[in-house]
T-cell receptor, first 114, second 113 residues
Framework: GEDVEQSLFLSVREGDSSVINCTYTDSSSTYLYWYKQEPGAGLQLLTY?????DMKQDQRLTVLLNKKDKHLSLRIADTQTGDSAIYFCAEIRNRGSTLGRLYFGRGTQLTVWP | KAGVTQTPRYLIKTRGQQVTLSCSPISGHRSVSWYQQTPGQGLQFLFE???????NKGNFPGRFSGRQFSNSRSEMNVSTLELGDSALYLC????????????FGQGTRLTVV
């Protein structure tokens, strides 16, 4: 299909790991992004990965990419209540000499219970 | 280093009016993109500007237009507002090279009554 797909909800207990999943559509080389949105705020860029990479780690965040299945995941270690937010996966299409167009999933609402 | 600045943060307009939203990108960034976020449609791409030229355009009616100035600041205009235009409008700033970071502003919340 043409859509970037994400599950809508995820609940975890504080201190556990969270894994947010996404499937994308572009089979060519592309960049894939994870954004966080808190209530009433804009999008905060968490991390991004090029599709020739398998993994990227940045402090508590680990991104895993399975190109064969076009599957992207974001793992948050030691999840805190402040991580409660909506997480968006996005891919670039229509690339040229500029950034291009970001296609977003519908977002995963992460709720962290104390 | 200042982030992406969008003004105003909140706006209430009446059907049929027009509105102009502003976005100042991160210093040195030359690409500005606009997105509309609604509960029903999610995040949808409006257009991208680079060096004062529109480089990409989404599937929005001609009532939605934009421009970019020589200092990379961008404005988005919506004419003949409809109730369905009520949304959070987000601006993204990027250096402009393909595949690099895209940083978003806090958005402008537009309510059409």
């Amino acid at each position: 299909g043409e859509d970037v797909e994400q599950s809508l909800f995820l609940s975890v207990r504080e201190g556990d790991s969270s894994v947010i999943n996404c499937t994308y559509t572009d089979s060519s080389s592309t960049y894939l992004y994870w954004y966080k949105q808190e209530p009433g705020a804009g999008l905060q860029l968490l991390t991004y990965i090029f599709s020739n990479m398998d993994m990227k780690q940045d402090q508590r965040l680990t991104v895993l990419l399975n190109k064969k299945d076009k599957h992207l995941s974001l793992r948050i270690a030691d999840t805190q209540t402040g991580d409660s937010a909506i997480y968006f996966c996005a891919e670039i299409r229509n690339r040229g000499s500029t950034l291009g167009r970001l296609y977003f999933g519908r977002g995963t609402q992460l709720t962290v219970w104390p | 280093k200042a982030g992406v600045t969008q003004t105003p943060r909140y706006l209430i307009k009446t059907r049929g009016q027009q509105v102009t939203l502003s976005c100042s990108p991160i210093s040195g960034h030359r690409s500005v993109s606009w997105y509309q976020q609604t509960p029903g449609q999610g995040l949808q791409f409006l257009f991208e500007y680079f060096s004062e030229t529109q480089r990409n355009k989404g599937n929005f009616p001609g009532r939605f237009s934009g421009r970019q100035f020589s200092n990379s600041r961008s404005e988005m205009n919506v004419s003949t507002l409809e109730l369905g235009d009520s949304a959070l409008y987000l601006c993204a700033s990027s250096p402009g090279q393909a595949g690099t970071e895209a940083f978003f502003g806090q958005g402008t919340r537009l309510t059409v009554v």
